[in-house]
């Protein structure tokens, strides 16, 4: 089974800011060998921070049964499929996250000690991304008045509950507008940690 892997570290991997970190450049063949092959359709999404490893991999969904008036009646090839019922998705998706249960914290675990990080668990299923866990982690931060008037009017305006969800909301809207540029910036940080480990050794 093929293994994706989107590494979210600065820099080479495990980054400058993750040098106290075991480094995780193997992380994806590791879990290549150690997954089930019958888990997913296809190769899981692993991505990688300093703080966790989130695998997500795509579910096999059961396909309805095709009925037609006549059983002898022949079926265009251009006739859409059928789409899954999301009651029979929802199944699968509850089946999944209990039958796998004990291994995947078993796999937890192994992978905690060898990388030093927590693992967080999903699924995709028809595009749709469901997390099992996830690590939520705090963040400190000192703001100027109009950088907290900005938190302040997400608040008021009813788009956030409190300044720390007002802030999660627009770290996520500025990584959707910036992730090309942020991707280049982690390309060109790589290229330095590469150029670096190239030189005299002792520096």
């Known amino acids: 089974m093929r293994h994706t892997h989107r ?10 800011q993750q040098a106290d970190l075991p480094d995780p450049s193997d992380a994806a063949d590791w879990f290549a060998g150690r997954l089930p092959d019958n888990w997913f359709t296809g190769a899981p999404v692993i991505e990688i921070d300093r ?4 695998v997500v991999g795509e579910l096999p969904i059961p396909q309805p049964e095709k009925t037609t008036a006549d059983p002898d009646a022949k079926v265009d090839a251009e006739t859409p499929a059928e ?13 999944f996250r209990e039958s796998t249960r004990p ?5 937890a675990d192994e992978a905690q000690h060898r990388y030093g990080r927590s693992v967080a668990w999903g699924v995709s299923v028809d595009g749709e991304r469901i997390m099992f866990t996830h690590l939520a982690v705090p963040v400190m931060t000192r703001l100027r008045q109009p950088e907290r008037q900005v938190l302040d009017t997400l608040v008021d305006s009813g788009v956030a509950r409190s300044r720390a969800d007002a802030l ?9 507008h910036a992730e090309a ?3 280049e910036l982690r390309g060109a940080m790589r290229k330095v940690d590469d150029l670096r480990s190239e030189g005299p050794q002792g520096l």
């Open 7 to 16: 590494g979210r570290g600065f820099g080479r991997s495990g980054g400058w």
């Open 51 to 54: 703080d966790e490893i989130v």
């Open 83 to 95: 789409s899954v019922p999301q009651a029979t998705k929802d199944g699968a998706i509850s089946r």
């Open 103 to 107: 291994a995947r914290m078993q796999i």
């Open 168 to 176: 999660a909301w627009t770290v996520k809207l500025a990584g959707k």
């Open 181 to 183: 540029w942020l991707e």
